[in-house]
Nanobody
Framework: QVQLVESGGGLVQAGGSLRLSCTASGGTLISDTTVGWFRQAPGKEREFVAAIARSVISTSYADSVKGRFTISRDNGKNTVYLQMNSLKREDAAVYYC?????????????????WGRGTQVTVSS
């Protein structure tokens, strides 16, 4: 069974940086998975943040994070990363990584089959 585990969340000041990790386990190869990052703030719907395709060096970002966040993968470590720079108060949320076996990037959470439990990101002023 595919298992995805997020880590790296925490408290950071506005303007600071965090790197989130999404590690696959249970026999799953991250190289065989298109991975997306989503986030959900209190009282808001879950929203797409970024995604990276499984076998092509293709990425996609929400407009709100373009130029500040970078998604990457290290297949040797079975991990996908989300580097978040210049964090803003509005970036605070629970961040989830999600996986799908399809090759194409999708920004709709309904297209992802596997989900981690999330990691909290808090941004202080």
């Amino acid at each position: 069974q595919v298992q995805l585990v997020e880590s790296g969340g925490g408290l950071v000041q506005a303007g600071g940086s965090l790197r989130l990790s999404c590690t696959a386990s249970g026999g799953t190869l991250i190289s065989d998975t298109t991975v997306g990052w989503f986030r959900q703030a209190p009282g808001k719907e879950r929203e797409f943040v970024a995604a990276i395709a499984r076998s092509v060096i293709s990425t996609s970002y929400a407009d709100s994070v373009k130029g500040r966040f970078t998604i990457s993968r290290d297949n040797g470590k079975n991990t996908v990363y989300l580097q978040m720079n210049s964090l803003k108060r509005e970036d605070a949320a629970v961040y989830y990584c999600a996986g799908r076996t399809g090759y194409a990037i999708r920004t709709n959470s309904a297209n992802y089959t596997y989900w981690g439990r999330g990691t909290q990101v808090t941004v202080s002023s």
